[in-house]
Every structure is written in structure tokens, then in C-alpha cells.
């Protein structure tokens, strides 16, 4: 059995180390970080539908035809990933079982495009040897920040 998690999926400019940054839809199968956690690509969903706070961004494209993704790379789409390591999301249940995410990556134009930490088709990835999470830790980001001040 796999579960949904209830997060709050909106982008972030955290770049984790070891990956690359895209703006496209991850491939299938691979390994992404977020929420300062690694998960794995389950399935892409493109397009979707529209959303009501789409609307503004798809009359500003020219109201491409609707669910064609070759007619706009704008198109929402959705991304099912599964939990891997690092932070675990809460589970309302806490029973161990399998943690899934659905990320809705709502329309967008050019350059506003929600940026995925991507990981090399090997799976590897830098984890942090005090928390387990995806480096930079959160424990690095605040040792950081501290030191900027
Ligand atoms: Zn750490």
C-alpha cells in the first residue's frame, strides 16, 4: 500500500548538491530531492487540467488549445513521486508504510517554471551523515546562514 503525503508542494530556491537543476518535467524513474528529502519518479502526468489559477497565465499565453502539451510547454502537469530517505513527511498513520507525493506543477510562462533538483541516472546522491538528509541539510543551510550574518 502506498499513501499520499499532505505537503505543501510550492517551489523553493534550495539547490541540492549532486544535482542537476531542470525546468522541465522529470523523467520517469529517477531520483529527485524536495523537502529535504530524496524520492523517486513514479509517473508523469501531462497535461492537466486547468485550474483556476492557471487561467490567468494560460489568456497570457494566447489560450493555447487545450490538453495538447505539444501546442505549450506551460501546460500543468503532475508529477507522482515516492519517498526514498531523508526527512521523512508526516504520516498521519505512522505505520511505516510507503510515502507518496502527487506534485502539481501549475501553468506557467516562460522562466516561472518550478526548478527540479535531479539526480544522476546512477542514484546517487550526497546525504548528510548527521540527519540522513539530502545535502545541503538543513542543519548546513542554518550553519550558513548563521555564518553570513
Ligand atoms: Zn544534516
Redesign the pocket.
Known amino acids: 500500500m502506498i499513501r499520499a503525503t499532505g505537503i505543501d508542494w510550492r517551489s523553493t530556491d534550495w539547490r541540492a548538491l549532486g544535482a542537476e537543476q531542470i525546468d522541465h518535467a522529470p523523467p520517469e524513474g529517477r531520483l529527485v530531492a524536495f523537502h529535504r528529502a530524496v524520492w523517486q519518479v513514479r509517473a508523469v502526468v501531462l497535461p492537466v487540467a486547468l485550474e483556476a489559477r492557471d487561467v490567468p497565465v494560460w489568456e497570457a499565453a494566447g489560450r493555447p488549445d487545450r490538453l495538447t502539451a505539444d501546442t505549450w510547454v506551460g501546460w500543468p502537469y503532475l508529477v507522482d513521486a515516492l519517498w526514498v530517505a531523508g526527512h521523512r513527511p508526516v504520516d498521519p498513520e505512522g505505520d511505516g508504510h510507503p510515502l507518496h507525493a502527487f506534485v502539481r506543477v501549475g501553468a506557467r510562462l516562460n522562466g516561472g517554471a518550478r526548478r527540479w533538483n535531479l539526480y544522476p541516472p546512477t542514484g546517487r546522491w550526497p546525504r548528510?551523515s548527521?540527519?540522513?538528509?539530502p545535502m545541503p541539510?538543513?542543519?548546513?543551510q542554518l550553519a550558513a546562514r548563521a555564518a553570513a550574518a
Open positions: 548528510c548527521c540527519c540522513g538528509e541539510c538543513h542543519a548546513d
